[in-house]
């Protein structure tokens, strides 16, 4: 396994840290480098709970920043340097120059299995590096295995050399049934992700070790490593099980998780936030905007300033944060909240944490895993 390295990027949420833990649980013989990425603007709740994770780690988690040795923060330097336009949901630079950047400087040319948060019960990719010399891994999916992968695997000429592989990892005593899915061709009737979730249900570990000997003749980080223990995961991870895990291990849930009350018309709501990532996310609700008005307002100030330099661009797209902030606006976002997490409490298991789960993978991948 020393011919590979592998990396973990801890944002300083739920899921990331749960991942960090749950490998360092299950796959003790993996050595896995953490690292976080850091643009100057977390919140403070953010660097405690990363300095907490490391006693429970027992190793040390490298701060990688995209700009050293200058008195302005990764994202001031880039605010400044893309002419003081806002990054948004349509123009992400701040992903690509403060989280994408330095983390392919981190790994440089070298072979990378890099292990993804994303969750069983999360309908989303993750935005991640393009780069050939660095392969993604979901550890928390039944699939631990990306797209590109799949794509590549179960295209329709590759029947022959899959059939082969199956043959010299069955047992006597399996089914062949999994071998007619194999060497059936995709088509408009039989679609990949027929094929896929069909051969998953022959058995999971059967499936990887599959996947894993046809890539062993390919030049991907994964085709380096001789012995890998994953190839017997079998669990898919959901929202809850993430909460188990940071319960369990004693470094429960980041501060900036935990519901704060508030009262307006003589009707009690809660809020909190929904995601890790820089404090003006511009990703995150209005009521998280409220919640850092009351809960951060240094914070906030310092993000309308931004908001202020910025040559007419918002953080929300129909609305200035100076705006945001009258009484009369602020009492009409918590009013709606509130009857928003009235609704989710009539749909929702009371066991899960309504505002995190609402709209969460609406986020930034790469800042949530």
Not at 26 to 41: A, N, R, S
Not at 62 to 77: C, G, M, N, Q, W
Not at 84 to 96: G, I, V
Not at 157 to 166: A, F, P, R, S, V
């Amino acid at each position: 396994m020393s011919k590979a390295r592998h990396v973990l990027g801890i944002s300083g949420g739920k899921d990331s840290s749960a991942l960090a833990i749950y490998l360092k649980t299950h796959y003790p013989e993996i050595d896995i480098e953490y690292y976080f990425c850091d643009t100057g603007e977390e919140l403070k709740e953010t660097y405690q709970f990363i300095d907490n994770l490391e006693v429970i780690l027992g190793k040390s988690i490298t701060r990688l920043k995209a700009v050293k040795d200058s008195i302005k923060t990764p994202f001031e330097h880039f605010f400044i340097l893309n002419g003081k336009y806002l990054p948004s949901a349509m123009a992400r630079w701040c992903t690509r120059m403060m989280k994408l950047k330095p983390f392919e400087e981190f790994v440089g040319n070298d072979k990378v299995i890099s292990y993804v948060a994303i969750r069983e019960d999360e309908e989303r990719d993750a935005y991640i590096s393009k780069k050939s010399n660095i392969q993604s891994i979901f550890p928390f999916r039944k699939n631990i295995w990306s797209q590109e992968i799949i794509n590549q695997v179960l295209r329709n000429e590759n029947i022959t050399e899959l059939k082969k592989i199956y043959k010299k990892n069955i047992t006597k005593n399996k089914s062949h049934d999994m071998l007619k899915i194999i060497t059936k061709p995709l088509s408009l009737s039989f679609t990949q992700s027929q094929k896929l979730n069909t051969l998953l249900s022959f058995g999971i570990p059967l499936f990887n070790k599959i996947v894993f000997g046809f890539l062993q003749s390919k030049d991907y980080p994964i085709s380096h490593i001789k012995i890998y223990p994953l190839l017997k995961n079998e669990e898919g991870l959901n929202r809850d099980d993430i909460f188990r895990i940071l319960k369990d291990n004693g470094i429960g849930m980041p501060n900036y998780y935990r519901k704060i009350e508030y009262t307006v018309e003589e009707k009690k709501g809660y809020y909190a936030r929904s995601r890790s990532g820089c404090y003006f996310c511009f990703f995150q609700q209005k009521i998280e905007w409220v919640w850092l008005y009351e809960q951060h307002p240094k914070l906030f100030k310092k993000a309308m300033k931004f908001e202020s330099e910025s040559n007419g661009f918002t953080w929300i797209q129909d609305e200035r944060l100076e705006d945001l902030i009258k009484t009369k606006r602020i009492k009409k976002i918590k009013l709606k909240h509130i009857r928003k997490e009235i609704r989710n409490q009539q749909k929702k298991s009371p066991y899960l944490v309504d505002i995190i789960a609402e709209n969460e993978e609406a986020g930034c991948s790469i800042c949530n895993i």
